[in-house]
């Protein structure tokens, strides 16, 4: 089945640090922009880091800027989020998504393949 697969999720205290990879090796269309979701309990699914297929322009929530990284390997099949100085408020569910249009990474309606989604708790 064509789908995302990310891992590196897990349960940290604040401060705290996590890499999210997003193997995209199992999908068989050529894709564009791809981006880092996620959803907390009780709140709808927000978009947290994108960036373009060239990765030279790249999208931060104001919530995760200069805490979070969006990267991608040379070979462009697998993508990272580090997250640093991980806050209590970053806890919920994150998903990878691809899109196979070109709708400009900050289209967040046009993103079309997604993961399963990775748990990430922030506790003490």
């Known amino acids: 089945q064509e789908q995302l697969v990310e891992s590196g999720g897990g349960l940290v205290q604040p401060g705290g640090s996590l890499r999210l990879s997003c193997d995209a090796s199992?999908?068989?269309?050529?894709?564009?922009?791809r981006a880092w979701f996620r959803q907390a309990p009780g709140k709808e699914r927000e978009a947290v880091s994108a960036?373009?297929?060239?990765?030279?322009?790249?999208y931060y929530a104001d919530s995760v800027k200069g805490r979070f990284t969006i990267s991608e390997d040379d070979a462009k099949i697998t993508m990272y989020l580090q997250m640093n100085s991980l806050k209590t408020e970053d806890t919920g569910v994150y998903y990878c998504?691809?899109?196979?249009?070109?709708?400009?990474?900050?289209?967040?309606?046009?993103?079309?393949?997604w993961g399963q989604g990775t748990q990430v708790t922030v506790s003490s």
């Open positions: 998504a691809v899109q196979t249009s070109q709708s400009g990474h900050m289209n967040f309606d046009a993103y079309d393949k």
């Open positions: 199992k999908l068989t269309q050529s894709y564009g922009a």
């Open positions: 960036m373009t297929i060239t990765g030279l322009n790249t």
